[in-house]
């Protein structure tokens, strides 16, 4: 059994500045992670390693720049046993539609996989949307904002988080399944009987031309969105405490307010 986890590291700030010519994030001098609901992913995977009666191997999957290589290594060390870089300057400005074509084409090269993890949405998009479109380009069976799973006689019995409730569902490999952030303690980072594994175990680089990918539907080219403006959104207003009067004024002061905002007429 193949399972595959699609990661991405993330800067580690939720007061993200933007280049104002490219609109792109700046992302120099802010610390990289590795993106916490992808980390719920690879608990998963783990889990559903214990659960499985036969042989089951964890692979990595990310696209980004050389230095992230680093957080590879970080996920074998949490139990993956092996990791792929799909990198190569032909993928800067990718949107989530570049993207999953990409890691699609990335992930058929690598070999057929039962299971493939990622997380709900990462921190620095926060769109949501690459798991699902990774599904629909690889023709497989999705279940969105798992909680929980387990092996249950030959399928997999999934909870997810619907909003207002938690939904059980069954399901049978091959599929696509995307982690909820916080669904689940990260997987121990410092497994000091894998540390040795994780720093000479080989890093498979993967480049659009040994994957085969057509150069017209990654980076900025094959991009279907286009940020044309950012803007931060509006400040709310504080509320006006009224207490200097007696209780007639102040009531009288705050019909005064809601009138002058065309809340009362």
Do not use: W
């Not at 980390?39 to 995977?45: R, S, T, V």
């Not at 400005?93 to 709900?120: H, N, Q, R, V």
């Not at 690889?138 to 999934?158: A, F, K, P, R, S």
């Amino acid at each position: 059994m193949k399972i595959l986890l699609l990661m991405k590291t993330v800067p580690d700030t939720t007061n993200a500045k933007i280049d104002p010519e490219t609109n792109n994030l700046i992302r120099d001098g802010v610390k990289t992670i590795i993106n916490p609901s992808d980390l719920c992913g690879l608990k998963f995977a783990l889990n559903v390693k214990e659960q499985v009666d036969e042989d089951v191997e964890i692979s990595v999957l990310t696209m980004g720049p050389p230095s992230a290589e680093k957080f590879l290594r970080e996920c074998i060390q949490m139990g993956a046993e092996e990791a792929y870089l799909l990198e190569g300057l032909e993928f800067k400005g990718s949107d989530t539609i570049a993207t999953s074509y990409a890691l699609s084409e990335a992930a058929k090269s690598i070999g057929d996989f039962d299971i493939i993890f990622a997380g709900d949405q990462t921190m620095d998009g926060d769109t949501g949307q690459v798991g699902s479109q990774v599904a629909e380009n690889l023709g497989m069976n999705q279940v969105t904002y798992i909680t929980d799973i387990n092996y249950v006689d030959g399928e997999y019995e999934v909870k997810r988080n619907i909003g207002e409730g938690v939904e059980t569902v069954k399901i049978k490999a091959p599929f696509v399944a995307t982690a909820l952030k916080g669904s689940v303690n990260k997987p121990s980072k410092f497994a000091l009987k894998r540390s040795k594994i994780a720093k000479e175990k080989e890093i498979h680089d993967l480049t659009a031309e040994s994957v085969g990918l057509d150069l017209d539907k990654i980076g900025q080219k094959g991009s279907l969105t286009i940020v044309k403006d950012l803007s931060a959104p509006e400040k709310s207003e504080t509320g006006i405490i009224i207490d200097e009067g007696s209780a007639e004024e102040n009531v009288n002061k705050m019909i005064d307010i809601l009138v002058g905002k065309k809340l009362l007429v």
